[in-house]
């Protein structure tokens, strides 16, 4: 009935995964980057907050010095005023804003990965119109998502004002204390929310994440005629890639048994692989494979040559090496020289005595049989 409707109840295929990511069309959690971006935040505070006090507090009394430009609102030094603490603000500042613009990058690229596209970019007029603009807002995952927001807010939310709870007796005391002491309490009171928020928005971005890998898979799913649509689109049709099997097949059926009958041995394994060889001293160098075959095609090869009365010989080594060595119309390699000489000499000794008997009962008989075929001298 699902193939009926045309739903999508089949798993996207990797083309289809690749081809939606070359689009800019990735599952990525944009929770996740912010609770990443904040809590490297964090710890960049926790570890660098002292160097960052001291720097601003040189800073200042360097800025306020009765010796420096002092409480002056001339132009003259007010502007040299305003570049010294600017510059200085911004050597201060910068390494750390750029370990956080490093730590936003990594939170994207542990999510995305290396994805450099301008598909994105390219304006679409249909995202222009106004209708399909109000049915994305007020959609179903539209508000699934406000939905979703909503909760995550409040337990944020909720969190911040249970550690503010927690933390009110300090707070109170804040009056009966210094002002440096309470710049120290005021920071370590917020690098303790910061801490618990940074991890509640981690445990909350990770399961967004994953939320939001399973909705890209839910997005790309096919159809089962869209399935089998792009296996015809990459590896052809099925029928016609069918038919030319057959014709192939068929090729080399007709040359196996054109071949094989003029071969001198065939060296199986024995079941698996069959190699027919030929050999002709006067007009071949070496041993010619004349025909091959593994399984179905190595059994024909054999019912052939049982037939045409060629020699069977199993040696499964060589019939391995004859296989993968070399194809048909091609000399085997010099490696199996001394191996096949050897079984082709063996052959034509058989063939020798053969032949003596079938003369010696000819003799008898009167009558004169010729030699199937004419034998060259081997030289192993």
């Known amino acids: 009935m699902a193939d ?79 570049r010294m603490v600017a510059i200085d603000a911004a050597r201060i500042t910068l390494p750390l804003l750029l370990a956080a613009a490093f730590m936003a990058a990594l939170a994207q690229f542990i999510q995305v990965g290396w994805l450099l596209t301008t598909k994105p970019l390219v304006p679409k007029l249909s995202k222009l119109n106004p209708l399909k603009g109000l049915k994305r807002i007020f959609s179903k995952r539209s508000l699934m998502k406000a939905i979703l927001n909503s909760f995550k807010l409040i337990f944020v939310v909720s969190i911040a004002v249970a550690v503010i709870n927690h933390l009110i007796p300090k707070i109170v005391g804040l009056p009966v204390l210094t002002s440096t002491q309470g710049m120290i309490l005021i920071a370590k009171m917020l690098l ?51 038919r030319r099997l057959r014709m192939m097949r068929d090729i080399v ?18 079941t698996h692989f069959a190699v027919a060889l030929r050999y002709d001293a006067e007009t071949m160098p070496a041993p010619m494979v004349v025909a091959k075959g593994s399984d179905f095609m190595a059994q024909r090869i054999r019912l052939v040559a049982a037939s045409a009365g060629i020699p069977i010989i199993e040696r499964p080594p060589l019939a391995r090496g004859l296989y993968y060595g070399s194809d048909p119309g091609q000399e085997i390699s010099s490696e199996y020289y001394e191996a096949v000489a050897e079984i082709l000499a063996y052959v034509y000794r058989l063939e020798g005595e053969s032949s003596s008997q079938r003369s010696r009962v000819n003799t008898r008989s009167h009558t004169r049989t010729p030699h199937k075929r004419t034998r060259a001298k081997v030289s192993a």
Not at 258 to 263: I, N, R
């Open 4 to 82: 009926d409707m045309g739903e999508r109840t089949e798993q996207p295929t990797g083309r289809r995964m690749s081809d939606a990511r070359g689009r800019g069309q990735v599952a990525k959690s944009q929770d996740l980057s912010a609770a990443i971006t904040l809590a490297s935040g964090v710890v960049l505070l926790a570890l660098a907050g002292g160097f960052l006090g001291r720097s601003f507090m040189s800073l200042m009394e360097k800025t306020y010095a009765t010796d420096g430009v002092g409480w002056s609102t001339q132009s003259s030094t007010l502007w040299p005023l305003m």
């Open 192 to 242: 303790t929310l910061a801490i618990w928020l940074a991890v509640i928005l981690l445990i909350i971005g990770l399961i967004d994440w994953l939320y939001q890998k399973w909705q890209h898979t839910q997005d790309l799913k096919m159809t089962k005629q869209q399935v089998k649509d792009e296996r015809r689109s990459m590896e052809g049709d099925p029928e016609v890639k069918g």
């Open 253 to 270: 059926m007709q040359q196996i048994q054109q071949q094989v009958p003029l071969a001198d041995v065939v060296v199986t394994n024995p």
